[in-house]
């Protein structure tokens, strides 16, 4: 079965703090994402990979980094944690596939709370 | 650039009843048309997708149809169930490689 986990369900931080959001999928996809997900905004893409060590920025990446040693994992780094990061987290992956077949499967979710 | 617009919610409906969930998109070409779901505490999970105009999706007692005429990918139910109380998303592929572009969500809740 198909499994995408996140380290943490929920996270408490303080505005300055450096944050690890983990990500790991047990499927050997190729593709990997990070998501926020804000209500009556949907869900808005952070960053992306393609594969190991490589990254491209999505929407919203000002504020996070990313980083992927590995093909299996995916951490999501927020630099100098602010109020406005405060959301639910959704990391994804997919198969490097053709045009239509790139059905994600997600994570559960990390709700942060920056204080 | 592209989007993808959905009814506000939420949608409350009762048990039985016939469910309509626009969804409507901007993009260029002619991408992928998906319908996630996202039950309470969980992350999304693909309802349902279509990869070209006049394709209809389906699973689960839902259906949607890739209408290219009107820019449209309508999610609909004939009889919803309480279990179908979630959050349902309407997404795009507006490249290859993946990335999905949301709509905003719409919130069903099915009392019984």
């Known amino acids: 079965d198909v499994k995408v986990t996140q380290s943490s369900r929920y996270l408490v931080k303080r505005t300055g703090e450096k944050v690890f959001l983990e990500c790991v999928q047990d499927m050997d996809h190729e593709n990997m994402f990070w998501y926020r997900q804000d209500p009556g905004l949907g869900l808005r893409l952070i960053y992306f990979s393609y594969d190991v060590k490589m990254k491209e920025k999505g929407d919203i990446p000002e504020g996070y980094s990313v980083s992927r040693e590995k093909k299996e994992r995916f951490s999501l780094i927020l630099e100098s944690a602010s109020t406005n990061q405060t959301s639910m987290y959704l990391c994804?992956?997919?198969?490097?596939?053709?045009?239509?077949?790139?059905?994600?499967?997600f994570g559960p979710g990390t709700r942060l709370l920056v204080l | 650039g592209d989007s993808v617009t959905q009814m506000e919610g939420p949608v409350t409906l009762s048990e039985e009843a016939f469910l309509t969930i626009n969804c409507t998109y901007t993009?260029?070409?002619?991408?992928?048309l998906f319908w996630y779901v996202q039950y309470p505490g969980e992350g999304l999970q693909l309802l349902l997708k279509a990869t070209k105009a006049d394709d209809k999706g389906s699973n689960k007692g839902f259906e949607a149809t890739y209408r290219k005429e009107t820019t449209s990918f309508h999610l609909e139910k004939g009889s919803v169930q309480v279990s179908d109380s979630a959050v349902y998303f309407c997404?795009?592929?507006?490249?290859?490689?993946?990335?999905?572009?949301f709509g905003q969500g719409t919130e069903l809740s099915v009392k019984p």
């Open positions: 993009a260029t070409g002619y991408p992928s």
């Open positions: 997404a795009l592929v507006y490249n290859q490689g993946g990335k999905l572009i």
């Open positions: 994804a992956s997919s198969l490097l596939s053709a045009v239509g077949e790139e059905t994600q499967y």
